[in-house]
């Protein structure tokens, strides 16, 4: 067992100071110290994607982030994009266009389309392939998934041209 | 009546019944990250369960020595065979009538093998006295190819199973062979195979792969001391069955163990066996009266748990110069590993494999499979597939395609005239099944006009012209696949896993206001059985889906059953659902007649409530009967309004499909592109559309990565080559094709509902029509067979053997 460190990070907008090894990694943080479990953990090697959270404005696979790494950090994970009275667009869509099976894969897939929609606001059906090729789903075969985000860029725009 | 009145159109769409393209009900939770997997499951003072695991394939284990790992603070306990042994724990009954060793026992049999269980008080100090336990081991000469196993001369494997000439399924020839199993009538079909004017002769090799859900396996067990109950939340396909055994292992009465399946992150036959770490973390929790949790990381659900495949298939076909196949025969080398783990109804050790006479209508055929032990991982599971259907279709469609080359015909027509034709319908097939329903010519006729296959013959024949005048060095490949599938499993006469029957169960209850909850014996993975099965009860009650609550997997509320894989879900436990429904029904008339003041026999049923025959006008809803259930005294009748149905199905169900896949290839790196997927289904009645599309995309992915590059690869000396995602294939959304879906609906006679099960028939039907793409494209060159997976390298490699790299 190494040394503790003291460490502060935001989480969904709230700071939360703790205590631990530097070698814990940042998804153990969020799923057992924070009570986050929507990301989840499917390789321990960054292939599947299935822990994505945002850090600091980027996709981050949290299964392989040192927590010591997070230290200062702004997080978001899948319970900060909507609640229950005020779905994110994402959340709604995968729904909507059967974009989710199981789910194992859906908060690492919702947040890394989320930050997607943010560095490309309005991407082709080959974009959105390439920009989610680091989250693996093994029960939808993507297409409805492709079909979810694309729907969401194309209403959020729609809402943003209104405003 | 006035305006407000629904239609009897409106009142059949509110109930979002059969055929309705329902959104689902899981995906609320699923979308907000607030699932409940069992790594999700926190309890107070739970420890941490995890394997000190074996280097190598095959050693005797001399000495294994904890001390430093029990020192470490946080360990709590390290348990080895000798610590199971008193309990006789130390090696555990497969599902196929095999032993295994739950941690080894003298001596280890594949790479990866549970040598210790570490339990501590948090995952990373059970990671570090991994490290510290010191393992002493003997290398021993590793056997990983079933042929070499069965050389005279090859290493025992199995010592514990010395001298013993009879397994589970008959007599064992040598000391590395599990079983032969047999079925047909082999000397009619050698006297047809020698009579016949053509004769093709191939080995098919389908390779050994995994079906790696997203979720790994894992459980948490937790033995209250106090009330005598152990409780196990789990990763389990079949919970019920996961019960019975714990019971008869541990010798903890049935009613004190409750087996929890939460929300399942994927299955595809992973979940459905009983595993080292589950005995493991029950025994743990036992011994420290603390709940357990155990969850494999990715390495270790790759080299450990439950492999598929792995059927070496040489095939005889014979036929006659017009084409008409005469006859068909099969022998299978099954490469089962250390140990026979397969997942089977008992009686049949290799699965459903003798449905691998197809769609054709064959006389006479043979099959006979040996099983054998190697120095890799146990399993042998069906992923996403009927018990080793997919390997009988995957045969089936290869023998016809290398039929058509030995006939010179086309590979389209070479099926159509060998269809068995709707008018055969119920068939009974030469290796012993009554097919139920089918009309492929239909299904057939429609997806080759989808595809224009006239016109893409003739493209590829133009392609192939250019390619030989050098102004292209990519070739297109047409594949072609009809399967025919068998799930459903099964009926009780001769199916049973571990000598419980394969029935299914599903028990409603009413409340009083009009809504509903229904429990099953099956659990989802995915398949979305809450929005589902919703469905069915709501067509057969009359109440809304959306006022139906389905709850599966917990044995403590949830009727018996067998649980969900091999596609049976539907065709069992749906079964079960609409008889239930139907009880309900037939009560609810009972109870409609008195309110009404008329006989039962003057209603009938309309959508969602009792009419006066003739007097429609007059009616009860189901809504208004349930009230009355509860809070009317109706004389002769049970107050209340709920019904459980136990379903032992008569026969299996039976889907189909015509896929078409349409693959550009480039001869110099190997390289292909899916430039077109048709998949076309009859799953008979469609329950959700919806639903039945994403199986049908998911289920074609997992297809498209077995067929071009998903694989669990050994060295020599059985080190995993694959363990890890970096080389184990899963396709991103970039490299998985598009698909086009389409159906017919042929009902089943004999179901409820007439529906068959879809989940599997993508990955059955989608690995012949992406091999045979590989293969059509350079069928012109020569190619016979080469084996899967089809990546890069592989394809390369035809073309190099075949000349073509100039």
């Given at each position: 067992m190494g040394k503790k460190m003291q460490i502060s990070l935001t989480v969904n907008g709230e700071v939360h100071y703790i205590l631990a090894e530097p070698r814990e990694l940042l998804i153990h943080?969020?799923?057992?110290?924070?009570?986050?479990?929507?990301?989840?953990?499917?390789?321990?090697?960054?292939?599947?994607?299935?822990?994505?959270?945002?850090?600091?404005?980027?996709?981050?696979?949290?299964?392989?982030?040192?927590?010591?790494?997070?230290?200062?950090?702004?997080?978001?994970?899948?319970?900060?994009?909507?609640?229950?009275?005020?779905?994110?667009?994402?959340?709604r869509t995968f729904r909507e266009h059967h974009g989710l099976q199981c789910g194992y894969c859906t908060p690492g897939m919702i947040t890394r389309a989320h930050r997607l929609l943010i560095e490309n606001p309005n991407p082709t059906e080959e974009e959105v392939r390439f920009g989610m090729a680091g989250n693996l789903c093994r029960c939808t075969g993507y297409q409805n998934i492709v079909k979810a985000i694309l729907a969401a860029a194309s209403e959020m725009n729609a809402k943003e041209a209104a405003e | 009546m006035n305006d407000l009145t629904p239609s009897r159109e409106e009142r059949i769409a509110n109930l979002k019944g059969l055929g309705s393209s329902r959104k689902r009900v899981e995906d609320v939770r699923f979308t907000q990250g607030k699932g409940n997997y069992v790594d999700d499951i926190k309890m107070a003072g739970m420890l941490f369960g995890d394997f000190v695991r074996s280097p190598y394939a095959h050693a005797r284990v001399?000495?294994?020595?904890?001390?430093?790992?029990?020192?470490?603070?946080?360990?709590?306990?390290?348990?080895?065979?000798?610590?199971l042994a008193p309990l006789n724990l130390h090696w555990m009954p497969t599902l196929a009538g095999d032993k295994q060793m739950v941690l080894a026992d003298g001596k280890v049999l594949f790479q990866g093998q549970e040598v210790a269980f570490v339990v501590a008080t948090d995952r990373y100090i059970a990671a570090d006295a991994i490290e510290l336990v010191e393992v002493e081991y003997e290398e021993l000469p590793v056997v990983v190819d079933p042929f070499a196993?069965?050389?005279?001369?090859?290493?025992?494997?199995?010592?514990?199973?010395?001298?013993?000439?009879?397994?589970?399924?008959?007599?064992?020839?040598?000391?590395?062979?599990?079983?032969?199993?047999?079925?047909?009538?082999?000397?009619?079909?050698?006297?047809?195979?020698?009579?016949?004017?053509?004769?093709?002769?191939?080995?098919?090799?389908?390779?050994?792969?995994?079906p790696c859900p997203l979720e790994t396996c894992g459980c948490v067990a937790s033995m209250d001391k106090v009330?005598?109950?152990?409780?196990?939340?789990?990763?389990?396909?079949?919970?019920?069955?996961?019960?019975?055994?714990?019971?008869?292992?541990?010798?903890?009465?049935?009613?004190?163990?409750?087996?929890?399946?939460?929300?399942?992150?994927?299955?595809?036959?992973?979940?459905?066996?009983?595993?080292?770490?589950?005995?493991?973390?029950?025994?743990?929790?036992?011994?420290?009266?603390?709940?357990?949790?155990?969850?494999?990381?990715?390495?270790?659900?790759?080299?450990?748990?439950?492999?598929?495949?792995?059927y070496w298939m040489k095939g005889r076909i014979s036929a006659t110069k017009e084409g008409r196949i005469t006859a068909l025969h099969c022998h299978v080398t099954a490469d089962h590993g250390a140990f026979d783990a397969c997942a089977d109804p008992t009686k049949f050790p290799a699965g459903f494999f003798h449905i691998c006479t197809g769609s054709y209508d064959i006389p006479v055929a043979y099959v006979g499979v040996d099983g054998v032990y190697t120095n890799k991982a146990p399993g042998g599971v069906a992923y996403r597939c009927s018990f080793r259907v997919t390997e009988a279709a995957y045969f089936i469609e290869r023998m016809i395609e290398v039929l058509a080359i030995e006939l010179g015909m086309d590979a389209a027509e070479l099926r159509r005239i060998n269809f068995i034709r709707k008018d055969q319908f119920p068939y009974q097939s030469a290796l012993g099944w009554e097919y139920d329903s089918g009309d492929y010519h239909t299904a057939w006729d429609k997806a080759l006009a989808a595809v224009d296959y006239k016109g893409l013959r003739a493209e590829q024949a133009q392609r192939l012209a250019e390619f030989r005048a050098g102004r292209t060095?990519?070739?297109?490949?047409?594949?072609?696949?009809?399967?025919?599938?068998?799930?459903?499993?099964?009926?009780?006469?001769?199916?049973?896993?571990?000598?419980?029957?394969?029935?299914?169960?599903?028990?409603?209850?009413?409340?009083?206001?009009?809504?509903?909850?229904?429990?099953?014996?099956?659990?989802?993975?995915g398949q979305g059985h809450a929005t589902t099965f919703a469905q069915i009860i709501a067509s057969e009650i009359g109440l809304s889906a959306d006022s139906i609550t389905v709850e599966e997997g917990d044995t403590d509320t949830a009727p018996y059953g067998l649980g969900t894989y091999g596609s049976r879900s539907t065709p069992v436990a749906g079964a079960a659902t609409a008889l239930c429904g139907r009880k309900i029904r037939a009560k609810a008339q009972m109870i409609a007649a008195w309110l009404l003041e008329v006989h039962e026999g003057d209603l009938e049923w309309d959508v969602d409530r009792f009419q006066v025959k003739g007097a429609p006008e007059r009616f009860k809803t189901m809504k208004d009967i349930a009230y009355a259930a509860y809070n009317q005294a109706i004389p002769g009748i049970e107050p209340g309004l709920e019904a459980v149905s136990y379903y032992d199905p008569p026969n299996m169900t039976y889907p189909f499909g015509a896929y078409i896949a349409v693959m550009e290839i480039d001869v110099d790196t190997g390289e292909h592109a899916v430039r077109q997927f048709y998949a076309l289904d009859d799953c008979g009645t469609r329950i959700n559309p919806m639903v039945i599309e994403g199986q049908v995309h998911g289920g074609a992915t997992e297809g498209y990565a077995i067929a071009m590059g998903q694989e669990i690869a050994y060295d020599e000396i059985g080190n995993v080559k694959t363990g890890t995602l970096m080389d184990f294939f899963l396709p991103t959304a970039w490299e998985t094709p598009h698909y086009t879906?389409?159906?017919?609906?042929?009902?089943?006679?004999?179901?409820?509902?007439?529906?068959?099960?879809?989940?599997?028939?993508?990955?059955?039907?989608?690995?012949p029509a992406f091999s045979n793409a590989v293969h059509d494209a350079f069928r012109p060159f020569g190619l016979r067979q080469s084996h899967m997976p089809h990546d890069h390298w592989r394809i390369w490699k035809i073309a190099r053997d075949l000349g073509l790299h100039g």
């Open positions: 943080t969020l799923r057992e110290r924070l009570g986050l479990t929507g990301p989840h953990i499917g390789c321990e090697t960054s292939h599947c994607g299935a822990c994505t959270v945002d850090m600091n404005g980027r996709s981050v696979k949290a299964c392989t982030v040192f927590v010591a790494q997070a230290d200062g950090a702004e997080i978001t994970t899948i319970e900060g994009l909507g609640s229950p009275d005020g779905l994110h667009v994402l959340q | 001399v000495s294994i020595n904890a001390d430093a790992a029990r020192a470490l603070p946080g360990v709590v306990a390290v348990l080895t065979a000798a610590d196993a069965l050389a005279p001369d090859a290493p025992v494997l199995r010592e514990d199973l010395n001298g013993i000439l009879s397994g589970a399924h008959g007599p064992r020839r040598h000391h590395n062979h599990i079983f032969l199993w047999e079925t047909g009538d082999k000397a009619a079909t050698e006297e047809a195979l020698g009579a016949a004017e053509v004769v093709a002769e191939e080995v098919v090799y389908y390779h050994r792969t995994h009330n005598g109950k152990l409780t196990v939340w789990g990763t389990f396909q079949a919970p019920h069955v996961v019960r019975t055994v714990a019971s008869l292992l541990s010798g903890i009465e049935e009613h004190n163990i409750r087996v929890v399946s939460p929300d399942i992150g994927g299955g595809f036959g992973n979940k459905v066996g009983v595993y080292p770490g589950y005995v493991c973390a029950i025994v743990a929790s036992i011994v420290t009266g603390k709940p357990v949790k155990w969850v494999e990381d990715r390495m270790d659900n790759l080299m450990a748990t439950a492999f598929a495949r792995d060095r990519k070739l297109l490949g047409i594949g072609l696949t009809h399967f025919t599938e068998i799930v459903g499993a099964g009926p009780v006469k001769n199916c049973d896993i571990l000598g419980m029957g394969m029935f299914d169960s599903c028990e409603i209850r009413i409340h009083p206001t009009g809504s509903a909850i229904a429990r099953l014996g099956t659990i989802s993975q879906t389409d159906h017919t609906e042929t009902p089943s006679p004999h179901h409820p509902i007439g529906a068959k099960g879809v989940g599997e028939s993508p990955n059955v039907g989608s690995v």
